[in-house]
């Protein structure tokens, strides 16, 4: 039946000669010809039937997955990768996710998108931020600016309201043949009368 699935021998407890080596290559020849197929066929049923069946749709199941890379190596590699500016530290978040199988948060800020090396050569001269500087924007002049365009919006709508008040009382003055409503609505029953 192992043999069926292609489990290697090790796995199916039939190999009494292995070492780390040969323990290792069984295991991840094991984990992506047989037990990863099996797993997205899974997850792709319960996504496709059972999630849109109860009617779920901004949420995806995915069935967690053992670490078959070697951590540490993949950690020093990412590491040094980071540190001489290969990868940016929201690309090193996303292997160091691989190596630990979860998803980290994302860190919106700018120094995560640059190379470590730009960022600390941008402490070390005192220059923070490497944006231009109509770019670059704190929350406080965010705040100020919103404050500012509410107080020119509060102003344009009462120049508006002054504008419509001065053309109503124009045309109220102008107009001369201006009836009450009770003797347009006697003008009405006379023409329909008429007709």
Same mark, same amino acid.
């Given at each position: &039946?192992?043999? =069926?699935?292609? !489990?290697?021998?090790? #796995? ?11 323990? *290792?290559?069984? !295991?991840?020849?094991? %984990? ?10 899974? @997850? ?5 039937? !059972?999630?849109?069946? &109860? ?14 890379? @070697?951590?540490?190596? &993949? ?14 530290? %929201?690309?090193?978040?996303?292997? =160091? ?14 120094? $995560? ?7 600390? +050569? ?13 770019? /670059? ?5 965010? +705040?100020?600016? #919103?404050?500012?365009?509410? *107080?020119?919006? /509060? ?5 508006? #309201? $002054? ?11 102008? /107009? ?20």
């Amino acid at each position: &039946m192992g043999s =069926a699935f292609r !489990l290697p021998k090790i #796995l199916r407890g039939e190999s009494k000669d292995f070492n780390r080596a040969t323990a *290792e290559s069984a !295991l991840r020849f094991a %984990e992506d010809q047989v037990f990863q197929p099996e797993r997205d066929e899974f @997850d792709f049923l319960m996504n496709r039937r !059972l999630l849109a069946d &109860m009617g779920i749709r901004f949420w995806r199941f995915r069935s967690q997955t053992p670490v078959t890379r @070697d951590p540490e190596r &993949m950690t020093q590699m990412v590491e040094k990768l980071v540190r001489v500016g290969v990868l940016t530290p %929201e690309e090193g978040r996303v292997l =160091a996710g691989d190596i630990f199988n979860r998803e980290f948060r994302r860190i919106g800020d700018d120094w $995560t998108k640059r190379p470590i090396t730009l960022t600390l +050569a941008g402490i070390q001269t005192g220059v923070e931020d490497l944006r231009t500087g109509s770019a /670059k924007r704190t929350l406080i002049d965010d +705040a100020r600016h #919103l404050i500012r365009l509410r *107080e020119e919006l /509060k102003n344009e709508e009462s120049r508006l #309201l $002054t504008n419509r008040m001065d053309l109503a009382r124009k045309y109220m003055t102008e /107009k001369e043949d201006v009836c009450p409503p009770s003797h347009q609505n006697d003008r009405l029953r006379r023409m329909d009368d008429n007709r």
